[in-house]
């Protein structure tokens, strides 16, 4: 737990809202921002914000005051006490109180979709690629999901979380203040356990939400290529009764597309998660229509995700529900594939969030800063609608909306500081540098 702490001067405070809900359609348009403002953050949570010419006496003593606060968060600790990315030394970012002149503060970014855990990397099918092979014709080869459950296998469950741990790391320093981890490389009883296991280890050693999906159903194994019920079996009479056991997932996934899981059997599957507690979300609509938007929104799934393909009937599907969709545009950017609507998808009426799918087939990045570029160059998406896609409506595509997301008294201190920017904008606007001079975990700096 972290210490009182008031950051002041902040030049924009972003995404500031008394309550909170998932935004749809022209709702991502309004992001609510506070000129010249302060934000004070009482151990790891938002107490309260304001203008600058309306902090409160008792707190504007404070400024100044460049008291010591420190935490610990076991296997995290590390990386405490960073320096600046800037390496600018005008600021104290250990003190109580903290000058942010020139910079904006805004929630952490809320990434919903990730394959975080995963041994060793895919290099040479993106060498491939470039040759002209596409996703579907690398998979029929062996490769893609199939390679990489390859290397799952081979690897410990101490090897899956130190390297996912030093990946996370990562991406915490670059803004992320939540994620959703999804298992899918093991493809057997044992390698999927395995990586739950893994991700169960990653969330009680973070000091950042870290939800768990199941998604044993993401590729067929090659032994039950011709026999797709004895592998569904596996996964519903093998792998759910233990995860449900030990309480490894909060969700279930499965990839409903064509050559993959189909929607009777993407339905078997979900129906048989939510009956351990799993609520459903599914990978849909990626490769071709599949069916997979209109078949989560008759589940009730939190989130259907991808949509690089989409026609009218699956749009007003998705628009008349609670579904969100969340769209990956670093995964069509790698696999120079069509980006989702996005702006057909708002002008709807959906709600939409954005997130990394970081990967290492088909995203191998998980920085949010450059999703949420990309969202605005390439899927026209206003800066502010990006913004509050990849905070407020990610964190409420992982049921993490009352907790992350908006600066809203109560809420998680998960914040980032910028560099010395001149507007919103310019977050997006300047996408090859890294703009986060500072992130907030839990009240303290890391």
Known sequence: MGSSRLIYNIKQLVNVRRESRLLRGAELAELPCIENAWVLTEGDRIADCGRMSELPDSWRRIAGDGSEATANHGEFAAIRNAG?????????????????????????????????????????????????????????????????????????????????????????????????????????????????????????????PVKATFLGAHAYPPEYRDDHDGYIGLIVNEMLPVIAREGLADFIDVFCERGFFSVEETERIIRAGITYGLRPKIHANQLHLSGGVETGVRLGALSVDHLETMDAGAIAALAGSETVGTLLPTAAFFLRAPFQPARELLDAGCAIALASDFNPGSSPSGNMNLVVSMACIRMRMLPEEAINAATLNGAYAMSLGEEMGSITAGKRANLIVTRPIPSVAYLPYAFGTNLVDKVMIGGEFI
């Not at 903290?98 to 910079?103: L, M, N, P």
């Not at 040759?131 to 199939?146: C, M, N, V, W």
């Not at 081979?154 to 203040?177: P, Y």
Request: some cysteine; aromatic content about 6%; charged content about 25%.
């Open 84 to 208: 600046s990315a800037t390496g600018a030394g005008a600021t104290d970012w250990s003190g109580q109180s903290i000058d942010a002149s020139g910079r904006l503060v805004l929630p952490a970014w809320c990434d919903s979709h990730t394959h975080l855990v995963f041994a060793g990397s895919r290099e040479g099918e993106f060498v491939d690629k470039i040759r002209g092979l596409g996703y579907a014709e690398i998979a029929a080869r062996g490769g893609g999901i199939l390679s990489s459950a390859r290397q799952v296998a081979e690897a410990s469950e101490d090897r899956l979380f130190a390297e996912a741990r030093g990946r996370l790391e990562e991406l915490m320093r670059l803004g992320t203040g939540a994620i959703e981890i999804k298992s899918g490389y093991g493809l057997t009883v044992e390698g999927e356990l395995k990586m739950l296991r893994a991700i169960r280890r990653l969330r009680s050693a973070a000091p950042i």
